[in-house]
């Protein structure tokens, strides 16, 4: 399985159950709320990379509609009806939709922005790029799910 390093930014109203289960699924290696992020960020404006080097997946709790730091983080999703609709990391509008039940990296990264975001951001991800395969040979699972509202 792979576990890729990642900054992962979920809306904090859920349960938790959920939020145990993104950790138990995801290997999460820290859960922390907004606030911490940003006096993180503020303290170290490297901080990101160094998650990133550490080979850590940090996920941050916070509230949708606060913006800080937002182009920071490699996933941004909501969370609603045992669904993740994935968010672009600045702005809130919808793209894939996935059950969270048995959510895994390789379901997040089927979606390209999140795919990108991981090129971006993590030079241990580079590895993709190196493959013989390149993108447009990757299967891409359709997801037909309708964002959740």
């Not at 930014?9 to 992020?37: H, P």
């Not at 493959?131 to 959740?148: A, L, S, T, Y």
């Amino acid at each position: 399985m792979i576990f890729p390093p990642a900054i992962l930014l979920i809306n904090q109203d859920i349960s938790q159950n959920v939020q145990a289960m993104l950790v138990r699924q995801l290997a999460i290696t820290e859960v922390i709320d907004g606030y911490t992020f940003d006096n993180r960020i503020a303290a170290n404006t490297n901080y990101p990379n160094l998650v990133h080097s550490n080979n850590q997946r940090l996920l941050i709790m916070r509230p949708l509609s606060e913006l800080n730091n937002r182009a920071l983080v490699d996933v941004a999703g909501f969370i609603k009806a045992g669904m993740l609709a994935i968010l672009s990391p600045f702005d809130t509008v919808p793209g894939f939709t996935f059950p969270i039940v048995n959510l895994t990296w390789a379901d997040l990264l089927t979606v390209p922005a999140v795919r990108n975001s991981m090129r971006e951001h993590c030079h241990h991800f580079r590895w993709w790029d190196e493959q013989e395969w390149g993108d447009e040979n990757i299967p891409i699972f359709k997801n037909n799910n309708p964002p959740v509202p």
